[in-house]
């Protein structure tokens, strides 16, 4: 028997609601974004748009791939329009049905795309790929996925359900309508998925929600596509929360290496030690949470957010997210700092409010909303 070849298509799916805060923590996921969104946009949209905006996009990329050579050395620092080949990069970038639309002569063409290239090759890798993508989002929506479903159990009404960073888990009758908002990623506690029935296509994917006591059910045509969105889900809470997967994939386990198990244990063994003093401040991590980056320390990241205790009533915190490669080298100095400032009580110094023990481990403390006092 032939064993079945696999195929793996390496993509970008969980997408910060800015591109230049990916730019400024993920340079190469990027750099990559914008590969991804561009070539989707010549398969699937390129030969639909007007001549304008087709013309600047090649030569952004056309300016953008001298700039790369130039970088590796391999031709003048200064572009040469003569040995630009500018028939062929606009044969390259810009479909047929866009040149027969507009109805251009091909001298004015030609030069329209040269003087396009030269004004863009004074420009940055990183700002020519930041233009491209302001130009790209306008055609795809690179940030957002539509899945064909049904809001509750059961195939009745179908409509869009979308997800993504600025509309988080929202629906539509259709591509006219307006959206309607049923949740937010950050709030997704747990994500499972079932058959509807034994033997039907139809799956259903459940979310326990943060703040909800019911849980919120969508039923897709088929498991797979059930699987997809569950996996969509789970990797933008994973990402908003700094936190692990909620969703165990079908027929995957999860693989903790060495390193990240030797952490776990020594956690747990801090976490069985951890003192009184500290147990009393600790809170659940479903009660926090985390809205926007707002810097970085030697721990890791901190956020604005927002912590709704038990009794329903909420405050602004600001949360320290311990860095996971850090731990549990770093926890017991965490654990310090949370005693240490739970023994002030005044007016001008920021309060703790808790810890959450499970890792990554939170500390949240009160939010200085108007940032750290200067000198006088």
Known sequence: TSSAELRFELRLRFIPQS????????????????????????????WKIALEPALELA??????DYIEKQARGCIEARLDADSLD?????????????LMTANVKAKDLKKTFVGLV??????????????????????VKFDLEIFKASIGAGWSSPVEFLVGPEVGMSYRINERCDMSRLGELRCVLEVTVRKMEAHADKAIVQMKL?????????TTPSLEIAESLAHLIDGYQAMYNQGPSVYKMRGLDR??????????????REERNVPNNVSDRRIKREHVTLKELIGGGQFGNVYKGVYC??????????????????????????????????????????????????????????????????GL
């Open 118 to 139: 030269k004004k863009f090759s004074t420009l940055s890798a990183t700002d020519s790929v930041l233009r491209s993508l302001s130009l790209l989002i306008e055609f």
């Open 255 to 268: 693989c903790d290496s060495i390193e990240l198990k030797a952490s776990k244990a020594v956690a747990c």
């Open 210 to 218: 943060s703040g909800s006591a019911q849980p919120m059910l969508i």
């Open 309 to 374: 205790s038990p009794g329903h009533s909420t405050q602004s915190v600001a949360i320290k997210v311990c860095k996971l490669e850090n731990e549990p080298a770093d926890t017991q100095l965490i654990l310090q700092e949370s005693h240490l400032m739970r023994r002030f009580r005044h007016e001008n110094i920021v309060a703790l409010v808790g810890v959450c023990m499970e890792s990554p481990m939170w500390l949240v403390i009160e939010l200085a909303s108007y940032g750290e006092v200067g």
């Open 19 to 46: 591109t230049y805060e990916l730019l400024l923590t993920e340079s190469k996921a990027f750099f990559y974004l914008h590969e991804q969104v561009f070539a989707d946009f010549q398969k699937q949209i390129a």
């Open 59 to 64: 030569a952004l990329r056309v300016s953008r």
């Open 86 to 98: 500018a028939e062929a990069a606009i044969s390259t970038f810009i479909p047929d049905t866009v």
